[in-house]
């Protein structure tokens, strides 16, 4: 499957509060590092206020936007791998990750 219109990978993030501030700091430079990677052209990090997080945790959504399918499917085969494990390391049971792939609905 190639979509040449884009798509948007999102990345639902629910975060300890006790390290939700450090978190966000090294989410920051997360995200910048993804978007130096080929095909990545923007994000956004927002909050998720409805529904609202699990009693003690922050949500948080990252939603990246990438020029087609055939440069997402680059960044999960050659990048990933080392950055969700570089992620879990750092982070382990702390953060909890659901993962979306949106493209662009054709409507009538």
Request: hydrophobic share 45%; glycine share 10%.
């Amino acid at each position: 499957m190639t979509r040449a219109d884009g798509v948007i990978y999102e990345v639902n993030l629910e975060v300890d509060l006790a390290v939700a501030d450090g978190y966000r700091a090294w989410l920051a430079g997360h995200v910048a590092e993804i978007l130096r990677l080929p095909g990545f052209h923007g994000a956004e990090v927002l909050e998720v206020l409805d529904p609202p997080p699990t009693a003690g945790r922050l949500g948080l959504s990252v939603r990246y936007r990438l020029r087609d399918q055939t440069a997402l499917e680059g960044y999960l085969r050659e990048h990933a791998p080392r950055l969700r494990a570089e992620g879990l390391e750092r982070w382990g049971e702390a953060v909890r990750i659901r993962r979306r792939i949106l493209a662009p609905a054709r409507l009538a």
